[in-house]
């Protein structure tokens, strides 16, 4: 059935540095792909999506390209802010919606 | 209010106890959504209402019972629960069905003492 992998967190990073979160999927059909991002005690929040290949999606400086050679959505940033600090969820929604475990990030001054 | 909402948002209760979630979706969308999410584990999806009709249980406890009196409110009705029923339950709501995107609210985190 469909699924989707995200890298084990938790991931520790100084201001400004560069990001990269993992996130590949199985998927039958032609899934949309979706980050979603969840600050300390709040709910989820659609970050970026991408609804077919090659798709880019882009929001608060956080980018994914949706690559079906590698069935893979990562997620990235050029220069991170503590604000960025949030645990990160990659999902995938098919005939139903999938989620990742999420993986935390930390952003240190 | 805008988006999806939720009360309350903190809650303890007894395992005896009866008490209610509340969530309301000022979005204009049809369906609406359960999810539990505990530390260390998946976002587990809970029930699903389209168009106000449930569609989706995953074999959730009887111990939990939702109810979507219209398309804008949806409730969960908690009774005799468990402490590993500790956890924050999140409402959501799409425009379409479980493969539309989904918004969230911010959630109600329940402690089962």
């Known amino acids: 059935g469909d699924s989707v992998t995200q890298m084990e967190g938790p991931v520790t990073l100084s201001e400004e540095a560069f990001l990269t979160i993992n996130c590949t999927y199985t998927a039958t059909g032609y899934p949309s792909l979706f980050w979603y991002v969840q600050y300390p005690g709040e709910g989820l929040q659609l970050l970026l999506k991408a609804t077919k290949a090659d798709d880019k999606g882009s929001n608060k400086g956080f980018e994914a390209t949706y690559r079906k050679e590698t069935t893979s959505f990562h997620l990235e940033k050029g220069s991170v802010q503590v604000s960025d600090s949030a645990v990160y969820f990659c999902?995938?929604?098919?005939?139903?919606?999938?989620f990742g475990t999420g993986t935390s990030l930390t952003v240190i001054p | 209010e805008t988006g999806v909402t939720q009360t309350p948002r903190h809650l303890v209760m007894g395992m005896t106890n009866k008490k209610s979630l509340k969530c309301e979706q000022h979005?204009?969308?049809?369906?609406m959504y359960w999810y539990k999410q505990s530390a260390k584990k998946p976002l587990e999806l809970m029930f699903v209402?389209?168009?106000?009709?449930?569609?989706e249980n995953n074999s959730v406890p009887s111990r939990f019972s939702p109810e979507c009196p219209n398309s804008s409110h949806l409730f969960l009705h908690l009774h005799t629960l468990q402490p590993e029923d500790s956890a924050l339950y999140l409402c959501a709501s799409s425009q379409g069905g479980l493969g539309e995107t989904q918004y969230f609210g911010p959630g109600t985190r329940l402690l089962v003492l």
């Open positions: 979005l204009g969308h049809n369906a």
């Open positions: 209402y389209s168009l106000e009709e449930r569609v």
């Open positions: 999902a995938l929604s098919g005939n139903q919606f999938y």
